[in-house]
């Protein structure tokens, strides 16, 4: 008995060193996005009929030979096996974050015993964030200006990072804050709510160097900011004594719908005024008393009050030039800078009509004398221009008349002599002369006469003529 397992076990010997010998190529490591694909090589040499190999998936066995026997990965995995060569190649198509770790090729006997292994290949998978990634947090429908606007964005935390970049009008904002809580990776940005911020949009955007094609975003706004009014006095014209004076009140504000308040120091009569839209104040006939008097705007809306404050300087029919007075005058809970003699306008200053202004005793150039030198000017350019023009046009030769035979001849442009030569292509006609031909041209306005002739002898006084008339459009 003894013997006989000796035997057994030389022949064992014998046979296993027939078969398996080693791997002729190993799986290596690598690193892939989400979505991506992979394969890992395994070749092996003398593979015996009663030896398989097998995959394994952080040490589970998942493959026998060309099968998948893990049913979980059957769809996105496969084996593509040839034991003639000895090549098993693994295949995973959109690959998950599952399918990370160590993948290892086994050759087993038949009896499921291991015979040996190849080494390690590790996959790492690049986490891509899932695709309701990146998150906005949610606005209030309105901001009251000089509040704090907080604006925050968040992915899930992934291998590598992702980036979260706020931008304001599509343009990269700074001072943003990053922060992780739970599995959430926040990227947060806050404001001080402005005017300047109405109608602003903020955009969240995410990339990722797993795969440089991602560029996702969320979007917060238009950003609703209400502010209380701005407030602006015009006056359509210089205040003149005796004339109507128009004030205008303009306002901006958000929420638009606004109340107006006019209040003049010293007050006015009733009947001197007239208030048209709430917003303009005309006062009908200006008198002396009402020179250095205060007229304030007050525009009031859901957020607050605002005024501005006009002083009304009067000035009397002669023009002068009056330096502008800036002062500031308190407005709502702003101090704001504003001109109050309206020094800015188009129209030329008229003399104040208030004690101790100094007159101005320069004559300025009036409009109309202007408008002549100006009319001049156009006057002498057009006659420079049509010197030349007429200069070509009279130096032309005129045609001149002559008198012949008593009455007169238009004398031609250009002449052609009259000459007489033989022409050798006419028949003779049996005649001793020789034919001739004169050609007499005169343009324009004339015709051409070509006269065909031949000089005879005196005894024979037969001759033959030929007369062509030719028009100037046959020439």
């Known amino acids: 008995m003894m013997q006989f397992f000796l035997l057994l076990l030389f022949v064992t010997s014998i046979y296993q060193s027939n078969a398996f010998t080693g791997f002729h190529e190993e799986p290596q490591s690598d690193k892939q996005p989400e979505g991506g694909i992979v394969f890992f090589m395994c070749m092996v040499v003398g593979l015996s009929d009663v030896e398989y190999v097998s995959w394994n998936h952080n040490g589970k066995k998942i493959s026998k030979d060309g099968q998948i026997i893990d049913k979980t990965v059957d769809e996105r995995y496969m084996i593509d096996s040839n034991r003639l060569v000895g090549t098993f190649i693994l295949h995973i198509w959109n690959i998950q974050r599952k399918d990370k770790g160590q993948f290892v090729c086994s050759v087993f006997n038949g009896e499921n015993q291991m015979v040996a292994e190849s080494q390690t290949a590790n996959l790492t998978v690049l986490q891509i964030p899932q695709e309701h990634y990146p998150i906005c947090s949610p606005i209030a429908s309105s901001y009251v200006s000089g509040r704090n606007i907080d604006f925050m964005c968040r992915s899930e935390i992934t291998d590598p990072p992702v980036q979260l970049k706020w931008k304001r009008n599509y343009v990269v904002v700074t001072s943003q804050a990053e922060s992780n809580i739970g599995a959430d990776y926040i990227v947060s940005y806050s404001i001080v709510a402005s005017e300047i911020d109405k109608g602003s949009i903020f955009t969240c955007e995410l990339t990722t160097s797993a795969n440089s094609a991602i560029r996702r975003n969320c979007t917060v706004g238009p950003i609703n900011i209400l502010y209380a009014p701005h407030v602006r006095i015009e006056q359509t014209d210089v205040v003149v004594l005796g004339?109507?004076?128009i004030f205008i009140c303009y306002s901006d504000s958000n929420p638009a719908e606004v109340t107006?308040?006019?209040?003049?120091?010293?007050?006015?009569d009733e009947s001197m005024y007239i208030l048209e839209n709430e917003?303009?104040?005309r006062i009908s006939n200006i008198q002396e008393f009402l020179n250095g008097s205060l007229i304030e705007c007050k525009v009031t809306n859901s957020i607050g009050s605002r005024s501005q404050t006009?002083?009304?300087?009067?000035?009397?029919s002669k023009t002068v030039k009056i330096q502008s007075k800036t002062e500031k005058v308190k407005s709502g809970n702003d101090d704001i800078e504003t001109e109050n003699d309206n020094s800015k306008s188009k129209y030329e200053r008229l003399q104040t009509i208030a004690p101790g202004i100094k007159k101005n005793t320069g004559n300025?150039?009036?409009?109309s004398l202007i408008v002549a030198i100006a009319v001049a000017c156009i006057v002498v350019i057009l006659g420079l221009a049509l010197i030349p023009v007429g200069y070509m046009r009279y130096s032309r030769r005129q045609p001149s008349d002559t008198v012949s035979r008593g009455r007169?001849?238009?004398i031609p442009d250009v002449y052609f002599e009259p000459k007489?030569?033989?022409d050798p292509m006419l028949p003779q006609l049996g005649l001793s002369a020789p034919w001739m031909r004169t050609v007499g041209v005169q343009v324009p306005g004339e015709c051409e006469y070509d006269v065909t002739y031949t000089q005879v002898s005196p005894q024979s006084r037969q001759a033959y003529y030929s007369q062509r008339?030719?028009?100037p459009a046959s020439l």
Not at 260 to 268: G, I, Q
Not at 310 to 316: H, V
Not at 364 to 367: E, H, K, L, P, Y
């Open 408 to 410: 007169p001849v238009s």
């Open 420 to 422: 007489d030569h033989v």
């Open 243 to 245: 004339q109507e004076a």
């Open 364 to 367: 300025d150039f009036s409009i």
């Open 310 to 316: 006009l002083r009304i300087n009067i000035f009397n």
């Open 260 to 268: 107006f308040e006019w209040v003049v120091d010293p007050p006015l």
């Open 469 to 471: 008339m030719y028009t």
């Open 279 to 281: 917003r303009i104040l």
